[in-house]
């Protein structure tokens, strides 16, 4: 085998002890998985007492056997508890992960501390105490904090990122309604269906609003308008379908689309 030498110091002692029963080998299916040897990380503080006791009580020979079999066995039983430990540690973290992915996914629907609970198999008050510890906050908190910055995201998508503070009575018409799809796309609906979306607007903000719309298209979102305006009809190179009276008069895709609708 190898070995290091611990800063400061120029030799090791090396001491060899056989502990055999039904509690040592309890102990083995923990400390020597799969039947391999692992490193387990110790406070200092912890074994170095037991190290101590061990090493004064071997210099007293025989006498001392059920002393120095009990240090060994603390000191099993200590390494063993680290490992549990880490284990329980690594499981609880991956279970509030888990959490709060699922508030990350479902941040735009109603939720609840039971929905949270439903998903994990530990108590309310040991739910809450994990996520504290792992994530800095409480679940609402965190629910919070997700939907101010998922909202940011989509003001920004939709080139409002400084209007995040504006009141209503702020914005102009066209800002309206690029903040209505920001809202709309909040929901992460599959179809983003929109009825008359520059209905009202001047030609400046016409412009403003149909460049969102067509943005959110090429990145391949399905985009649904309904409108009489034949110009934002011509944004769309994929399908137009004209209705006239509750009857489809003309059903055109891609450079067709654009053609039939002039």
Request: glycine content about 6%; hydrophobic content about 40%; charged content about 20%.
């Amino acid at each position: 085998q190898s070995y290091c030498t611990a800063p400061g110091q120029d030799h090791w002692h090396h001491y060899w002890a056989h502990l055999d029963g039904a509690g040592v080998a309890n102990l083995a299916e923990v400390l020597q998985p799969q039947g391999r040897l692992s490193p387990v990380t110790v406070s200092r503080l912890e074994m170095q007492p037991l190290f101590e006791s061990l090493a004064a009580e071997w210099e007293h020979g025989a006498a001392a056997q059920i002393e120095i079999c009990l240090a060994l066995h603390r000191m099993l039983a200590l390494m063993a508890r680290q490992l549990l430990a880490g284990d329980e540690s690594r499981s609880n973290r991956t279970l509030i992960e888990q959490a709060a992915e699922y508030i990350r996914q479902h941040y735009a629907e109603p939720l609840s501390l039971d929905s949270l609970l439903a998903q994990t198999p530990v108590s309310k008050s040991w739910f809450l105490r994990l996520f504290r510890q792992y994530m800095g906050t409480t679940p609402y908190n965190f629910l919070l904090s997700t939907r101010i910055t998922r909202a940011k995201e989509l003001l920004e998508l939709v080139g409002l990122p400084d209007k995040a503070d504006a009141y209503p009575a702020q914005l102009s018409g066209g800002q309206k309604q690029k903040v209505a799809i920001a809202a709309v796309l909040a929901m992460r609906p599959q179809v983003l269906a929109l009825d008359e979306p520059t209905s009202g607007l001047d030609y400046a903000r016409m412009v403003e609003v149909s460049g969102v719309i067509r943005n959110l298209a090429q990145q391949g979102r399905i985009v649904l308008v309904v409108t009489h305006d034949q110009n934002l009809a011509k944004l769309f190179h994929k399908r137009t379908i004209a209705i006239n009276e509750g009857v489809v008069v003309r059903d055109g895709i891609g450079e067709e689309s654009k053609h039939e609708a002039q």
